[in-house]
């Protein structure tokens, strides 16, 4: 058919009396009055109808025989994938106890800081360009979490949530070079800043720059206002080695963290501050040095001599009865003569 103006008009004619059919069918309900048409109608096209599906049956069974074998073949494949999955849930003992270990030590953490913590589970780490030292963590807004709020492990300070989502959140590291918390020394109080280095140990500007510190003194968190984005009281890690004092008004120590921070695995958002400072208890004990055993070695003679020693011990109580060098026994005169039996001699004369 040629497209002209009076096919238009028959084509809009023909639409018009499809919708008037139309709505007259609905508001007649069973009693509609096209209802003799439609039977009619199912009279004249059911057999075609028919006749179509049964010529074209077979190529619909084949066709949902594909659709169904590719769907038995996701199903296979999804229980293969969870057999493996159970496979490796039981082969992982070691690991399961790990993480157990480490949740153990992040709650004890949390209680004795009286830090309120929401458990999460590293899922993702960021690209490591540009020093970029980030973290994803399996939880979001939906579990409380907000941006700039304090992350923590069972050994101290991670990081702080940078990125909330609906159900994750990034975390930038404690270690990353744009990362920066204020710190607190043990017992001496003395304030700084620590900037992390990558890699490196944490570089911590100590704001007296006459303050006594050495290697082995340890730093927590000073806190935040409002304990965002830190929460006072977090270990951060202990001195390694001390800049000489230049007397500039700040001084530089490096810190090596407490965090290993390339095998985070299980951390705790901090979602409830805690009601006071904890100051220096979440820090753990020091260990107690071990006690100096002094061994002393007498070592034998090169030659193999006897010690004057054992020359005394030898020497002592000579066995009776023998007559010792430089000793004359009783009543013997050393050279068998009497010295006075030889004056009177020489007294008489006699030859």
């Given at each position: 058919m040629r497209d002209t103006r009076e096919s238009r008009l028959l084509l809009v004619l023909l639409i018009a009396i499809a919708f008037a059919l139309i709505t007259v069918d609905i508001r007649g309900g069973q009693e509609s009055p096209v209802d003799g048409a439609r039977q009619a109608a199912a009279a004249v096209f059911g057999p075609v109808e028919n006749g179509v599906a049964a010529a074209v049956d077979p190529v619909g069974n084949a066709i949902g025989a594909v659709r169904d074998s590719g769907e038995r073949h996701t199903r296979i494949a999804a229980l293969e994938r969870e057999n493996a999955e159970l496979k490796a849930e039981l082969g992982s003992d070691d690991r399961n106890r790990s993480r157990l270990r480490e949740l153990d030590s992040i709650l004890k953490t949390a209680g004795a800081g009286q830090y309120g913590i929401k458990g999460a589970q590293v899922i993702a780490i960021g690209a490591a360009?540009?020093?970029?030292?980030?973290?994803?963590?399996?939880?979001?807004?939906?579990?409380?979490?907000?941006?700039?709020?304090?992350?923590?492990?069972?050994?101290?300070?991670?990081?702080?949530?940078?990125?909330?989502?609906?159900?994750?959140?990034?975390?930038?590291?404690?270690?990353?070079?744009?990362?920066?918390?204020?710190?607190?020394?043990?017992?001496?109080?003395?304030?700084?800043?620590?900037?992390?280095?990558?890699?490196?140990?944490?570089?911590?500007?100590?704001?007296?720059?006459?303050?006594?510190?050495?290697?082995?003194?340890?730093?927590?968190?000073?806190?935040?206002?409002?304990?965002?984005?830190?929460?006072?009281?977090?270990?951060?890690?202990?001195?390694?080695?001390?800049?000489?004092?230049?007397?500039?008004?700040?001084?530089?120590?490096?810190?090596?963290?407490?965090?290993?921070?390339?095998?985070?695995?299980?951390?705790?958002?901090?979602?409830?501050?805690?009601?006071?400072?904890?100051?220096?208890?979440?820090?753990?004990?020091?260990?107690?040095?071990?006690?100096?055993?002094?061994?002393?070695?007498?070592?034998?003679?090169?030659?193999?001599?006897?010690?004057?020693?054992?020359?005394?011990?030898?020497?002592?109580?000579?066995?009776?009865?023998?007559?010792?060098?430089?000793?004359?026994p009783q009543g013997q005169n050393p050279q068998g003569q009497d010295q006075q039996g030889q004056n009177q001699d020489q007294g008489d004369g006699t030859p």
């Open positions: 360009q540009g020093f970029s030292w980030t973290v994803t963590v399996d939880i979001g807004a939906r579990d409380g979490v907000k941006r700039d709020m304090t992350v923590l492990n069972g050994a101290g300070l991670v990081g702080r949530v940078t990125t909330v989502g609906p159900s994750t959140s990034t975390v930038l590291l404690a270690n990353d070079p744009d990362f920066t918390v204020g710190t607190r020394m043990e017992k001496t109080d003395e304030l700084g800043f620590a900037t992390g280095q990558g890699d490196r140990p944490l570089l911590v500007q100590l704001l007296n720059g006459k303050a006594k510190v050495k290697p082995g003194d340890r730093l927590v968190t000073f806190g935040s206002a409002g304990d965002k984005p830190f929460v006072p009281g977090v270990p951060v890690g202990e001195i390694v080695r001390v800049d000489p004092a230049g007397g500039g008004l700040t001084r530089n120590v490096y810190v090596r963290p407490y965090v290993g921070f390339t095998k985070l695995d299980i951390v705790g958002v901090v979602v409830q501050a805690p009601g006071s400072d904890p100051r220096d208890m979440v820090l753990p004990p020091k260990p107690k040095p071990a006690p100096t055993v002094t061994v002393t070695v007498t070592p034998p003679p090169p030659d193999g001599r006897q010690t004057n020693a054992d020359q005394q011990n030898q020497g002592q109580k000579p066995d009776q009865g023998q007559n010792p060098q430089g000793q004359n």
